[in-house]
């Protein structure tokens, strides 16, 4: 039986390198295009913007924190990043309530206004994990005065928590916009 000798390529032979390093650096770059194709940018805030804005989180959207007068807090001005080709943009509370009980109702209550067309959209989903369900999933229309609004849910199963996602529909020229003020939640005792 013949034998069948493998030779390994010379130690000066760069070829296999440069073929390596051009695979590495092609599947760098997909996943790079890949990324930037399919995510949201995260916006990051500036200390002192984060704690007035708190607990919301801009989904495509720049906040501004506009003061309310001494002691009154702030508001949430949310406008549309111009970079982002999404199609809508907003804030998020990705906790409003953590570990409500089951069997429990709430009362999600805000002062909503806003400019331009669309809108607003407002969901409150229990999660745990991957998994969600979205109890309140509504529109409220679009006004330059206050409004306020109150949300009822109850819990059905056990969550790990409840969070709030207010959004409006990125509308071109993008002068839309939308402002949040007195988030409040609270259990209704049974």
């Not at 440069?18 to 940018?41: D, I, K």
């Not at 429990?104 to 969901?123: F, K, N």
Request: aromatic fraction near 10%; glycine fraction near 8%; proline fraction near 9%.
């Amino acid at each position: 039986m013949p034998t069948r000798t493998l030779s390994l390529p010379n130690t000066n032979d760069t070829r296999l390198f440069l073929a390596g390093a051009l695979a590495l650096l092609a599947l760098v770059v997909y996943l790079a295009v890949a990324f930037a194709n399919t995510s949201v940018p995260v916006t990051v805030l500036a200390p002192s913007l984060a704690s007035k804005v708190a607990p919301w989180t801009p989904y495509a959207a720049k906040f501004a924190a506009i003061p309310r007068g001494k002691a009154r807090g702030y508001i949430v001005r949310a406008t549309p990043l111009r970079s982002v080709h999404k199609t809508s943009y907003g804030a998020l509370v990705d906790t409003l309530v953590l570990h409500p009980k089951p069997h429990t109702g709430y009362l999600v209550s805000l002062w909503l206004r806003g400019a331009g067309p669309g809108p607003i959209s407002v969901e409150l989903n229990e999660f745990r994990g991957r998994v969600s369900r979205y109890p309140v999933k509504t529109t409220v229309p679009v006004t330059p005065h206050w409004h306020h609004y109150t949300f009822g849910l109850t819990v059905k199963g056990n969550w790990l928590g409840i969070a709030m996602f207010v959004s409006r529909p990125v509308a071109p020229p993008s002068r839309s916009w939308f402002e949040i003020r007195d988030l409040g939640a609270s259990s209704l005792k049974g």
